[in-house]
């Protein structure tokens, strides 16, 4: 007991000294510098980030991000403070990312320094109320418009993304308070079908898994945890330390264009999966280690009319018309509980319940009374992109300036796809809102900063950025999750898993922008399977067809009905049944939404079709894998499947596939079949 009392003596000795502000232990750690001078004191070392030759607060990083970040704030301007709350697309030199690059020149890691300007909304074509500044050259972004946050949607090396993320953060350095940046980014470590710019980057050269319907099917948390660990290693090596990710919103209207993105319909596991890849990429709780998480898109976007996205006007909507809203918030709840540095409301209107006819991003019972007091959300609030110039759905009416007051005090705090600060700027300088709606903002977004360390070391090391990403034991894992995602739906007669020297015909039949494709018929150079793969139906004895069906890209919607069936969606379906009448068959879909498959597997075709199976993103050796049974099926529909097109079109769009009435499924959400 004396020695217990004797340290706790010490410490609050050390207390009085230090301050309670200090960390109880300080230890040193790594500065990563460029240009500014180190300051030496009480034998540690500090950044000088401002060069006035002394350490302020917010260079102590003895000190709590708390002080730090109240410190930072009475230095900088007003200018400094908007500008800190934009986040825009940042460019590599002769990235065109939104568009064709100007020339045809390679990528490089060093800046483009031309902006991107938009006179007609990107997603409707329509024009702007204001020309919108997409993309800022990068300089002048950062020294001019005082810059700090960024999305990269560039998909180059590993060796180049490092080396531009160091050359950004030299600059901010450099830059009068030398505030760091914070460079985000969509998913990258998932195959996906529609890889739009704000849905997913699509494949890379960081480690491949299966798409985020796929984790879903795995049904094996623990290894869920294990990408998310893996997936945050691997940003961290080239400097991402930001991801807007992962879809929170439930897959509710089977029609909707981002099913794709989601974990499935049942919201009590989807949220089990929340706070697996939150943990996974932040920790227990941020640190110089983790990729801060942005969660989209609140209170959940799945619940669309007739499947249409509220990037349109035509699909503004968002139907409760089950009355149940509150389903959707429990995936969100999982991941406010795990720590999730941010949340992003989604562009939506509420239908059918008792909050205001607006945008989410504009709506106080939605951000104010619903997120932050009923659920406790303490964390960045995030728009999505464009709800100010673009989808200002139910404030049409108010100017621009008008929006920013009513978005800023309703409680964002960080405004995406806007690199032009003037107008953020003239309503703030105006008078319109109390300068403290700004520094309530500029104080969470600096202590996410503080957090993440990037105050003392931003940079990255380029050489290990090459070996990290995508490496051989991290794709091994990949590899591994490629085959649990898959599920066995169906195995009459038991026909799966073939035996060896079976005789297989395997044509995979993929879709391309609503238009067929011409089939792959599959012939291994190197045949690693005990299978024997024929060039013809004729010479099989089982005929393996794996589809891809697939409606129009997100961004290149019209408004028109959406359908689930596959004559809908680019299938040649008489092509696969004529196929299916020969010789018994096993049918692979890739699952992007819940399909309808009723115009190939029906009561009268069933009997050619012994064999089912549901792909949500994988490779073609991970469905050999599967059917020749070297490695036996585990996977879990993420979903229920409409069993026609009728019961897809009727569907209530907030009830989840496994509530709607009896009959609406011809596969159920978490049917699945082992050998």
């Not at 909507?317 to 999730?340: D, R, V």
């Not at 464009?386 to 409680?411: A, C, D, F, Q, T």
Request: charged share 20%.
């Amino acid at each position: 007991m004396k020695i217990c009392l004797t340290f706790f003596g010490l410490w609050i000795m050390h207390l009085s000294l230090y301050g309670q502000s200090k960390s109880v232990v300080s230890i040193q750690p790594i500065l990563g510098h460029r240009s500014v001078a180190l300051i030496s004191q009480d034998g540690f070392t500090f950044k000088d980030l401002n060069k006035n030759g002394t350490l302020d607060l917010y260079e102590d990083w003895r000190l709590s991000h708390d002080v730090r970040a109240k410190d930072l704030i009475t230095k900088m301007s007003i200018s400094d403070k908007v500008g800190f709350m934009l986040i825009s697309t940042a460019r590599l030199k002769n990235d065109g990312s939104f568009g064709a690059s100007a020339n045809r020149d390679p990528i490089t890691s060093d800046f483009n320094e031309e902006d991107q300007v938009q006179s007609v909304n990107m997603f409707t074509k329509k024009p702007l109320p204001v020309p919108m500044t997409m993309a800022a050259g990068t300089t002048k972004g950062v020294t001019q418009s005082h810059l700090r946050h960024f999305i990269l949607r560039a998909n180059v090396s590993a060796r180049m993304t490092a080396e531009w993320a160091n050359k950004i953060q030299a600059l901010c350095e450099s830059d009068g308070l030398g505030i760091p940046a914070i460079i985000a980014s969509n998913p990258r470590n998932h195959i996906t079908k529609d890889a739009s710019i704000g849905l997913s980057v699509g494949t890379t050269v960081f480690s491949t898994w299966p798409g985020e319907l796929g984790l879903s099917a795995m049904h094996d948390l623990p290894l869920v945890r294990e990408f998310a660990d893996i997936a945050r290693q691997e940003w961290a090596a080239v400097g991402l330390r930001k991801g807007y990710m992962y879809m929170a919103d439930l897959a509710t209207e089977p029609r909707w264009q981002r099913v794709e993105g989601t974990f499935g319909e049942d919201s009590k596991w989807v949220a089990k999966m929340m706070t697996e890849v939150v943990c996974g990429f932040q920790g227990k709780k941020l640190g110089a280690t983790s990729v801060a998480l942005t969660t989209k898109h609140f209170p959940g976007g799945g619940a669309a009319e007739g499947g249409q996205d509220a990037h349109f006007d035509w699909g503004k909507n968002e139907s409760f018309i089950g009355g149940m809203l509150q389903n959707n918030l429990i995936p969100f709840k999982a991941a406010i509980k795990a720590g999730t540095s941010a949340i992003m409301p989604y562009y939506s209107i509420p239908v059918h319940t008792p909050y205001e006819r607006v945008a989410y991003a504009y709506n106080k019972g939605i951000i104010q009374d619903l997120l932050k007091k009923q659920l406790g959300f303490k964390g960045i609030i995030n728009s999505d992109t464009g709800p100010i110039e673009m989808m200002p759905w139910g404030v049409e009416n108010l100017s621009i300036r008008e929006r920013y007051k009513k978005s800023l005090e309703n409680g964002i705090n960080l405004y995406s796809g806007s690199a032009d600060p003037t107008e953020l700027l003239q309503t703030v300088e105006s008078g319109m809102v109390d300068i403290k709606y700004v520094d309530q903002s500029v104080y969470l977004l600096l202590l996410e900063k503080f957090k993440l360390g990037l105050f003392e070391n931003p940079y990255v090391d380029e050489d290990a950025a090459e070996k990290i990403v995508g490496n051989a034991s991290f794709q091994a894992k990949a590899d591994l999750a490629m085959r649990k995602s898959i599920v066995l739906l169906r195995n009459d007669r038991h026909l799966l898993p073939l035996k060896p020297k079976t005789k297989v015909y395997f044509e995979s039949y993929f879709e391309k922008r609503g238009a067929t494709s011409p089939t792959n018929i599959y012939q291994p150079k190197i045949n690693t399977s005990s299978l024997e793969f024929v060039s013809e139906p004729a010479a099989a004895d089982v005929i393996v067809c794996w589809i891809t069906p697939g409606s129009k890209s997100l961004f290149e919607a019209d408004g028109s009905a959406i359908y689930l069936s596959l004559s809908k969606n680019g299938v040649n379906i008489d092509h696969i049944n004529q196929l299916a009448s020969g010789k018994p068959t096993i049918l692979a879909i890739n699952y992007t939404n819940p399909w309808v498959i009723d115009e190939i597997y029906n009561d009268s075709t069933k009997k050619n079709i012994p064999g089912v199976i549901a792909t949500f993103g994988t490779t073609l050796d991970a469905v050999i894998d599967i059917i020749s049974g070297k490695f036996n099926p585990s996977g879990k529909m993420p979903f229920s499947t409409p069993s026609s097109e009728s019961a897809a079109q009727n569907q209530l769009p907030d009830v989840p596939g496994y509530k709607e009435k009896k009959g609406y499924a011809l596969f159920n959400m978490n049917e699945g079949l082992k050998y």
